[in-house]
């Protein structure tokens, strides 16, 4: 409940601040608004600034360092214009508990009740300007190879479009999909040929997403609330309906939506189970992260599990031969979910944030996890582990319906009713995954890179972070490592391979000019004379 004695300090324009004053205040939200300092009768329960025009980025962060200091500890609600121009993601460093573009009257109020109660409000708009002027230069060959990239992305998004759903005409189909595999091996031959390996994830979304409105909502700083609004967006997320955005063929692709949807949705749910069964474990107390971790994998197998008999119902039977079978019963006895995937990250992260409450290192600070950039570092983890698990567990599905036909119509798509198709797909995602490991994976080794996945509304999108790998890249066996240093001979070579070339261009400059140009000039310069002398005697 909020008390009738709680004082708001605004700062607005004089018409705008006259309307919020006379209609912010309801009888559910009962408060006096003050338009100066001077009116309060004690220290401010929230303070409110509406920004009436756009100001520079140094400017606008020093007058909210200074409300915030002159004001503690009131949070504060910045009101940015409809037309602000800047980085919506810059606009998260300023700490600012509440930032709101252009809101309507009912989002406000919902705003000032949830700060007055202690949570965090984040609503900011994408502006479309803001891409093209915050490019670097770029050189000639770099444009040369971003506009190829570009242009392909372009033409894989239409075939993408057209191929969902696939056209009823088979050959249009064998068309549109020869098509999609010509445009990812150019993509390919570009990137291995003139670019690092993150060049070819530039036409993909970061870890924000600046094309949708970024909206956060807290309803307290308690690691509880962050975990509830993340578990709410990725929800979201994955009840839209998910494509693929990965340049890469995903196991859970084969699943029918429906099913690959409870199995993402049954992970989190377990996932949801695990943080409470951790947060009230022993090993809380003590803070041990390490054991925390191992606690961690110890429970991975059981989630799995019961994700598993989720997605498939422990009451439907299917005909196995001559008899119905628990098909539950059957997935988790005849699949091996004791493996891991080598490229998940190490869980000290979210579980220490989410179950110990400490803060998350972003961009070299330490930040809390409710935090707007701690809480997007934390959801893009989740959806991580969330895509890394199912697929996982599409994988060991995949192999079962391959054995089990009746198997296939109640977990898989249509078209993979088919031994053939079905078979094909195994085959893909077999020979994908050692192309993966035996090559791909010890470049992003050696660059210190690691792939993610992040669930976005609507697709599964790569996203590309930097940290220290070292220790992982010491444990490649003999082939990984031969790849690595081939990557590694590359980068020492190219600059004297470049060197050479460009002697090479400056000697032919030379000869061209100095040598054969001369020649050529006293040739012509003879001609000359000896027409003039006939052309004198006649």
Known sequence: MIDQDREILLFAPDLLGESLAAEIPTEELPVRIRRSADQLQGHPSLVIWSLPTETQPLILEREILQLQQRWTPAPTLLLLPADYGRDPQSLLSLNCDGILQDPDLAALRDAVQTLLNGGRVLKIKPHSEHSSTSQPSLSMAQWLLVSGLQQIGRDLQVIEALLDPPPEHFVMRLMLEGRCRELRSAKNLLLWLWGPLHTGLADVMPLHDQSKTLELTLNDREPTAVWNAIQQRLEGAVSSGLGNGTGQLLAIEGLHPERRRDLLLALLQQLHEVLLRLRGDELVGTRDQKALSARWQSLQTEVKQQALRSVAGNYVRLPQGESLVA???????????????????????????????????????????????????????????????AELIGSELLGICGEWPELRRYLLQQDLISTRELERLRNQLNSQSRWQDWIERPIRLYESRRLLFSLKTGRIEPLLLTEPRDEELKRLRWWQQQVALIVEARDAIAPQVQALVKRLGDLMVVVLTQVVGRAIGLIGRGIAQGMGRSLGRS
């Open 327 to 389: 098909v539950a019963d059957q997935l988790v006895d005849r699949t091996d979910l004791h493996q891991s995937d080598d490229e998940l990250p190490d869980p000290q992260t979210m579980l220490a944030s989410l179950v110990l409450d400490q803060p998350v290192l972003v961009d070299g600070q330490l930040l809390p996890s409710d935090d707007p950039r701690a809480l997007l570092q934390l959801e893009t983890l989740i959806s991580n582990w969330l895509v890394r698990t």
